[in-house]
């Protein structure tokens, strides 16, 4: 399998994404040639430690960067908080990093998110690399440079948009990951699908299984086709301020409801609750006339055939749905934002909900 470069074009701040096989242990060939300083923090979780730490730090210390002990912290997503942050800051203080120090997030979404956000208030910002290591953060969170964490009042709500230098996507590092993190990943990249591609939904709907089977250049070709659709989008609306990068939210609206009512306790993962998200985005858009019915069964049929969680695994209520959905970060003036579709393929930023119409959908599906 040969290795693919994705170049993501943001002027001054543009970077590399590198995807292919084996090539953790090789990092430091490729970051010593991308950092400006020697010093680099590997900040990982203690199940990425256990499995990659030790060969990412001896490649690195191979290319004669200079690694400083690593931070590990604890696996899921309740580390994404205030007080992660502050022990990632301080570790980083005492081990004098500078502006142009490195921080390397070794890990899934987790870890990359909040890693991301400590290197976006260092000093104001220092720099950072993301090395994937879960099939959503390949497709995903490691390219386009949001971070942040969660507060009690919901996911993401503090965070910068600060880029990488660089991305480095091992595909060999999934064979390890348990299958429900997996599908759970390739919610993400159906999403892709979904948003504004019905030619990589026809590929999925023939090889997506296989790849959920582990296929390595089906996964290949899935991550490259997922990060190039990302980085066309981020490189149009890096600040999602053109109802361009907001697309990326497709499911989400709905799925973040789901995962703050599932309280984050692992009953449903980021990516099951955007799957049923993206789901209830179709259903939701059929309901308003939008959406073709069939283009809605070959969702719901592609949910199943691939496995995926099609309904959340708790009891929620209408009311309890809609009350999340008022406080996203979309929202404008009072009114819910939703992605929505003409079919797949075909999603569009909607503004204009009817909030009786939601209700109405909501308590038809949940009561
Ligand atoms: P995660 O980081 O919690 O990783 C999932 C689990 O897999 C963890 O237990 C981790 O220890 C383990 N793991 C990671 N890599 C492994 C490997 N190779 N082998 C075995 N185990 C491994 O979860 P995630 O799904 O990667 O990320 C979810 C997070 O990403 C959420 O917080 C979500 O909000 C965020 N996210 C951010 C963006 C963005 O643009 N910044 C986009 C999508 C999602
Ligand atoms: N994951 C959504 C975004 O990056 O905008």
Redesign the pocket.
């Known amino acids: 399998m040969t290795k693919s470069t994705i170049y993501v074009d943001l002027g001054t701040h543009a970077y590399n994404i590198i995807i292919g096989k084996g090539l953790l242990p090789k990092a430091g060939e490729y970051l010593s040639t991308v950092l400006v300083s020697k010093k680099v923090c590997i900040v990982t979780?203690?199940?990425?430690a256990e499995?990659?730490l030790s060969d990412l730090t001896k490649s690195l210390e191979k290319s004669g960067l200079e690694v400083c002990p690593p931070i590990i912290l604890p696996?899921?997503?309740s580390?994404?908080n205030f007080t992660r942050l502050q022990y990632i800051i301080e570790k980083c203080s005492s081990y004098r990093l500078n502006r142009k120090s490195t921080l390397i997030a070794l890990?899934?979404?987790?870890?990359?998110?909040i890693t991301?956000f400590a290197a976006a208030i260092l000093m104001r910002g220092i720099k950072f690399v993301q090395v994937?290591?879960?099939?959503?953060?390949q497709v995903?969170?490691?390219?386009?440079?949001?971070?942040?964490i969660?507060t009690a009042s919901g996911?993401?709500l503090v965070?910068a948009f600060h880029q990488p230098e660089f991305v480095l996507i091992d595909t060999d590092?999934?064979?390890?990951?348990?299958a429900r993190?997996l599908k759970?990943?390739y919610a993400?990249v159906l999403k892709y699908a979904l948003i504004n591609d019905s030619d990589f939904f026809n590929w999925l709907e023939k090889n997506g299984e296989a790849l959920l089977n582990g296929e390595d250049d089906f996964l290949k070709y899935a991550i490259e086709v997922s990060c190039k659709a990302k980085a066309a989008i981020v490189i149009q609306d890096e600040y999602e301020e053109k109802d361009i990068r907001a697309l990326?939210n497709l499911g989400h609206t709905f799925g973040h409801a789901l995962e703050a009512l599932g309280g984050y306790d692992g009953r449903i993962?980021?990516?099951e609750a955007?799957g049923i998200g993206s789901l209830l985005a179709f259903e939701f858009s059929q309901q308003i006339n939008l959406c073709p019915s069939e283009d809605v069964e070959r969702v719901l049929e592609h949910l199943i055939k691939t496995g995926m969680m099609a309904e959340p695994p708790f009891k929620v209520t209408a009311e309890d749905v809609l009350n999340f959905m008022k406080g996203d970060k979309k929202n404008m003036d009072g009114k819910i934002t939703l992605i929505l579709t003409k079919g797949i393929g075909q999603a569009f930023v909607s503004r204009q909900i009817r909030e009786t119409e939601l209700t109405a959908f909501l308590q038809k599906k949940f009561g």
Do not use: Q
């Not at 995903?140 to 942040?148: A, C, E, M, Q, Y």
């Open positions: 979780d203690e199940n990425v499995l990659y696996a899921g997503e580390t994404k890990g899934g979404g987790v870890i990359g998110d991301g994937p290591t879960t099939l959503l953060s995903d969170s490691s390219v386009g440079g949001k971070t942040g969660n996911k993401n965070g590092v999934l064979k390890t990951l348990p993190e759970a990943g993400e990326l993962l980021h990516g955007v």
